[in-house]
Each structure stands twice: as C-alpha cells, then as structure tokens.
T-cell receptor
Framework: DVKVTQSSRYLVKRTGEKVFLECVQD?????MFWYRQDPGLGLRLIYF???????EKGDIPEGYSVSREKKERFSLILESASTNQTSMYLC??????????????FGPGTRLTVL | GQQLNQSPQSMFIQEGEDVSMNCTSS?????WLWYKQDPGEGPVLLIA?????ELTSNGRLTAQFGITRKDSFLNISASIPSDVGIYFC??????????????FGKGTKLSVKP
C-alpha cells in the first residue's frame, strides 16, 4: 500500500522556536508538496519540489523554508515559529509522468500549535 | 490566483439519501480530482478525471468531468454514516501552472441530519 508519512501528528511549540516537519513517501515520486490547511481558507501551497535539491515557492512561502536532500524526504522548516503559523500541515507527493501524474497523495497531517 | 468555486459549502444527509456537489472554475482544466477528508486526517483521493465528458465511478461515488472543461460533479448514492466528512475538488489548469500543481476548492462538509 502506497504511503506518505509525516513525523508527528500533533506538535506544540513556543513562539520563536525552530520547527522541523518531516515527510517521507515510499512511492518513488518525483514531486513533493507542503500545504497548510485553515478553516475557511482551504489548502494553500507553501512550497513544492520536483526533484532532489530543487524547491519552488508556492502561494504562501513567507516564514517557511524547505529541504529535499533525498528523493523520498521533504522537510518543512519554520525558522522562528509564530502564533499565526498554528495550523494543520499536509504533505503530498505525485509522480512526474504517466497517467496519474496529477494525482497527489497526502499524508495524515501534522497539527501544529504555536503558543 | 485561480480559485475553484465548490458548492454547497455544507449539507446534511439522512442515511439512504443521494448527495450531489459540484466545482466550477473560470478557466479550462485538463484534470479534475475528488478527495475526501475525515476529521484529523489527510485527504484521500477518491476519483480522478482526465477527459471532458468522462464519467467515472468508485463504488457508490460517481464523478463527471464537465463538457465545458470548467466544471466537475460528484454524486454519492444511498449515503451511509461513514460518508460524513469534507469533500474537496481539485484541478489543474489546461494552460497554466507548474507541473503537478493543483488548485483546490474549499470543500463541501457532509454531516448527518440530527
């Protein structure tokens, strides 16, 4: 069964802390994505990556950075967490080619609370 | 940027009822996807559509890629309690975007009638 896993389901951090959210996929997908989900705002794309070492900004990259050192792993970094980054964070992956290249598969999410 | 208009925002179902929801866009899409999200979980892909007019079923779920390429519909027949959740449409513009990027609707929340 294909899988996208995220390192934590729930996380509580303090303002100013550096936060790492990890995502691993076992489907050999080239594309990986980080979204945040907030009530009334839907899913918003933070960053995405088409390949190892590559990254591109999504719609709301401010306050975030990412790292993709290995194909299966995509990390989201909050350099200095703030309360307005309290949210549900979702990682997704998709293949680059083939019939299903637009189909993104999501992890279970990390609910981050910044106090 | 491009937004998808998904409706209704919420609806209440009684077991056995049929349910319909839809998504519209202002531009042409070449892919429509439908996801379901249970509380506290990530979205799960239900149906993928790639051709205008395409009608695809997954059990009691049926989705259609609109002929105009600007809309898609999801129907659930004979609903059951486990159908409760949030249903999202997502699509990819025919002319736009970086490879693989999807645009999401804001979801239709399905709840059980008290």
């Amino acid at each position: 069964d294909v899988k996208v896993t995220q390192s934590s389901r729930y996380l509580v951090k303090r303002t100013g802390e550096k936060v790492f959210l990890e995502c691993v996929q076992d489907m050999d997908h080239e594309n990986m994505f980080w979204y945040r989900q907030d009530p009334g705002l839907g899913l918003r794309l933070i960053y995405f990556s088409y390949d190892v070492k590559m990254k591109e900004k999504g719609d709301i990259p401010e306050g975030y950075s990412v790292s993709r050192e290995k194909k299966e792993r995509f990390s989201l970094i909050l350099e200095s967490a703030s309360t307005n980054q309290t949210s549900m964070y979702l990682c997704a992956s998709s293949p680059r080619q083939g019939a299903s290249y637009n189909e993104q598969f999501f992890g279970p999410g990390t609910r981050l609370t910044v106090l | 940027g491009q937004q998808l208009n998904q409706s209704p925002q919420s609806m209440f179902i009684q077991e056995g009822e049929d349910v319909s929801m839809n998504c519209t866009s202002s531009s042409i899409f070449n892919t429509w996807l439908w996801y379901k999200q249970d509380p506290g979980e990530g979205p799960v892909l239900l149906i993928a559509l790639y051709k205008a007019g395409e009608l695809t079923s997954n059990g009691r779920l049926t989705a259609q890629f609109g002929i105009t390429r600007k809309d898609s519909f999801l129907n659930i027949s004979a609903s059951i309690p486990s159908d409760v959740g949030i249903y999202f449409c997502a699509g990819r513009e025919f002319y736009g975007g970086s490879q693989g990027n999807l645009i999401f609707g804001k979801g239709t929340k399905l709840s059980v009638k008290p």
